[in-house]
């Protein structure tokens, strides 16, 4: 030490001839407390002299870190760390015993004491417990790498549902272990974790970003990959076992001896630049008071602008990260969206493949939420929404996932799942939670799922069929009652193709005029007469012939297609009925509603426009509408029939007997007839109960001046018991079968006197 203090008085004396007496003293004073504090300076290494001892020194190392260390294609070592070693020998004298080895058995053979030195090694707190370390000599960014299919990955909160790939011993798994990232699977050698991200076995990984980049580069892969900002920063060390004081000298006093020059020109052939900057005092230390004034100005700059660059960053980063937030998640509750959810499927099924599992797409729709928003408002809907977002996300633990799809669905996936009873048990948790209730402000709502379920890979392989066929399954939980689950069956796709293929052709046949109207007489009881038709609908199908509306009527309702389709049959009746009209042959004609018919509004303009259109009297349409049409929403059902009737047109109530009409809502309705239902009037020569029922509907029509006419009419016991009750109206098969317009008459009039 004695040595360099002088090398250090005799710079100072140097530099203090170079300036006026006043300067000197400080500017010597400044030279000797900068040097004083550059412990990295060869004038301050310990001097220590060769060591002779006979024992070689035997160092272990990763055999595939680049550019540190790592074997060509011959086998052999090369690398920084290598030629370091190679001169340390050179320097001391003292043999060294390179063995580079797979990572796992360097740390086995350090802890057995079969090697005096490990090399490129991360300080970790474990290993602190049994190893001395030397002073760092290079920093190591580790970033999280992934393929560039994926996004919404930035650092370690979005790394949760993924599997992470790392090297089996690397300190990076302690420190994901550490921030509760468990979900991680282990390679033997950096290059075997590149090839299995490059095969898309894994496609989250953490690795070094100076070996990360080597292996993609060799492989020509680094366009398929993006990193994140470093997870954390290590620092290379070499080090000794624990409490081996003397070895930890021995081993610094020999790198001391290398000239700095020297290891420049080894970081130069493998970083093409040093690893860290060292001035050479002697060489310019005659311009170090003009460097340390132009310094001070400029560190002041510096200072100045990188504050202002800073602040300017931290927004764009704080921006970013916001926009980055809000394109993978719902803005509402807080979850993942769709797109965030197509990513946790990429690493879903690559679990799935290599555990031989499956995934579930649970796709959960909320019963009667509408009526939330119809009765609470917007705000007390998007409420419950939130609550029931909070209840899923309680309830669907990692690696599931549950994302919001929008309005008021949600879809969860179910995360290597064993088999279908995992599923159905998750489900089940699921539609228990969603049942307790829930209190918002002076609210408690009490909520029902229907859920349906597709699985991967039976069902599908990618996100939108999936998907699909999740909402397929869903649509039939509805269908079946709600408040429950279905799995996806092929008898649904069946049933889609046909719903869909029925709606094709009915908009074509639409189009192309394929439709007919059939009539089926009425008959007053009393005297045999045709009294009125009703008319009903067919589909000419150029493939499948006459077809009933019992085969389409339910999917033309469905898909709003039976609103183009009651228009046509409105107007093709008045047509029809006024051409026997005018060929004085005046007969009523019923026609029935939908219930999307009537409750559209401007139902009464399209009746008159009908009528007017055709030259029909108003008096012999008649209009069908269902018990269920009128009971719901009551006033505009009073006020849409007070503007048909104000037309002149005639209203019956069809298939009375099966709603849940109050006489006094009845009598508000001013109908005119009541259609007694089939299903009564059938058996009621063989039921007491139809017969009863029959019988008092037909007595509470007569005391409130109503005609009655009953449909299903098949037996001749049955026309009888009628004909006794003093009906007014039969219709049915035994009586005349519906029939074309240009058949009607003569074979009606044959029917009746029958």
């Given amino acids: ?41 060869p004038f301050f ?29 011959q086998g052999e070592l090369r690398g920084l760390r290598k030629d370091m070693w190679d001169l340390w020998s050179d320097k001391t004298g003292i043999p060294v015993v390179l063995k580079a080895m797979d990572w796992n058995e360097v740390l086995k053979s350090m802890a057995e004491g079969q090697a005096d030195v490990i090399d490129t090694v991360f300080k970790t707190e474990a290993r602190q417990q049994v190893m001395d370390y030397s002073a760092p000599y290079f920093s190591v960014d580790v970033p999280i790498f992934f393929n560039r299919d994926l996004s919404g990955i930035r650092g370690v909160d979005t790394l ?102 020297e290891e420049l020109a080894i970081q130069q052939r493998w970083f093409g630049q040093q690893l860290s900057a060292r001035l050479d005092w002697q060489k310019y230390g005659r ?223 639409l189009k192309l005029g394929e439709f007919e109207l059939y009539f089926q007489p009425q008959f007053r009881i009393s005297t045999g007469e045709i009294a009125g038709v009703e008319a009903l609908i067919r589909w000419n199908h150029p493939e499948r012939g006459l077809v009933p509306p019992v085969d389409f009527i339910s999917i033309a309702e469905e898909s709003g297609l039976i609103l183009p389709i009651g228009d046509w049959v409105l107007r093709e009746a008045c047509r029809l009925a006024a051409q026997w009209q005018r060929n004085g042959t005046p007969i009523p004609v019923a026609v029935n509603l939908s219930p999307l018919q009537f409750r559209r509004s401007g139902l009464a303009n399209i009746v008159q426009q009908a009528l007017e259109e055709s030259g029909l009297s108003a008096d012999l349409l008649e209009l069908e509408l269902t018990e269920s049409i009128l009971i719901q929403h009551t006033e505009e059902a009073l006020e849409t029939v007070r503007e048909i009737k104000a037309l002149g047109v005639k209203l019956s109530i069809d298939d009375f007997g099966t709603g849940y009409s109050s006489l006094a809502y009845i009598k508000r309705l001013t109908v005119d007839k009541l259609k007694i239902d089939q299903s009564f009037v059938r058996d009621m020569h063989n039921n007491p109960d139809n017969a009863a029922i029959t019988s008092a509907v037909i007595q509470m029509a007569r005391s409130m001046n109503l005609v009655t006419i009953a449909e299903g009419v098949d037996k001749s016991e049955v026309l009888d018991e009628l004909r006794r009750l003093n009906c007014d109206f039969a219709q049915g098969f035994l009586l005349a079968r519906p029939m074309p317009a240009s058949q009607l008459f003569p074979d009606a009039v044959k029917a009746g006197r029958g």
Avoid at 55 to 65: A, C, E, F, G
Wanted: aromatic share 8%.
């Fill in 1 to 41: 030490m004695r040595g360099n203090k002088h090398q250090v008085v005799d710079i100072v004396r140097k530099i203090g001839d170079l300036t006026p007496y006043g300067v000197r003293r400080w500017a010597g004073l400044i030279v000797a407390l900068l040097l004083l504090c550059v412990g990295s300076t």
């Fill in 45 to 73: 290494a310990a001097q220590t002299g060769a060591y002779h001892g006979a024992q070689p020194l035997t160092v272990v190392i990763d055999d595939n870190y680049p550019p540190f260390i790592f074997r060509n294609d």
């Fill in 160 to 261: 949760r549902g993924f599997t992470i790939g790392a090297k089996a011993g690397d300190a990076c798994i302690s420190w994901l272990k550490e921030r509760g990232i468990g979900n991680i699977h282990a390679y033997n050698s950096f290059e075997s974790l590149t090839d299995a991200a490059i095969r898309r076995e894994v496609l989250v990984y953490c690795l070094d970003l100076p070996a990360a980049l080597y292996f993609l580069i060799k492989s020509n892969h680094e366009d398929d990959f993006r990193h994140t900002e470093p997870l954390y920063t290590g620092q290379l060390h070499w080090a000794v076992r624990k409490g081996n004081a003397a070895l930890l000298t021995m081993v610094a006093d020999g790198f001391a001896k290398i000239s700095k020059d």
């Fill in 287 to 509: 311009w170090l008071l003009l460097s340390v004034a132009l310094l001070a100005v400029l560190g002041v700059w510096n200072w100045l602008l990188r504050r202002l660059v800073g602040i300017r960053t931290r927004a764009l980063a704080e921006s970013n990260t916001k926009l980055d937030y809000l394109a993978h998640h719902d803005l509402l509750t807080g979850l993942p969206n769709r797109l965030l959810l197509r990513t946790h499927l990429l690493q879903a099924k690559i679990n799935a493949k290599l555990s031989e599992g499956l995934i579930a797409f649970v796709l959960i729709d909320l019963d009667q939420f509408k009526t939330v928003n119809d009765s609470l408002g917007h705000a007390m809907g998007d409420a419950l929404l939130k609550a029931i977002a909070e209840k899923l996300a309680g309830c669907i633990a990692a690696p599931n996932f549950v994302s919001r799809e929008g309005g008021d669905e949600f879809l969860v996936l179910i995360n290597d799942a064993g088999n279908v009873d995992t599923v159905q048990s998750v489900v089940t948790l699921i539609h228990q939670t969603l049942a307790l209730p829930i209190k918002i402000d002076e609210h408690e709502f009490v909520t029902s799922i229907s859920a349906g379920i597709s699985l991967y890979p039976k069902d599908g392989e990618d996100f939108d069929t999936l998907l699909k066929k999740a909402d397929m399954a869903m649509y039939q939980a509805k269908a079946e009652g709600r408040n429950t689950y279905r799995f996806f069956t092929e008898q649904l796709t069946m049933d889609v193709v046909a719903h869909l293929a029925v709606c094709a052709g009915l908009r074509q046949a």
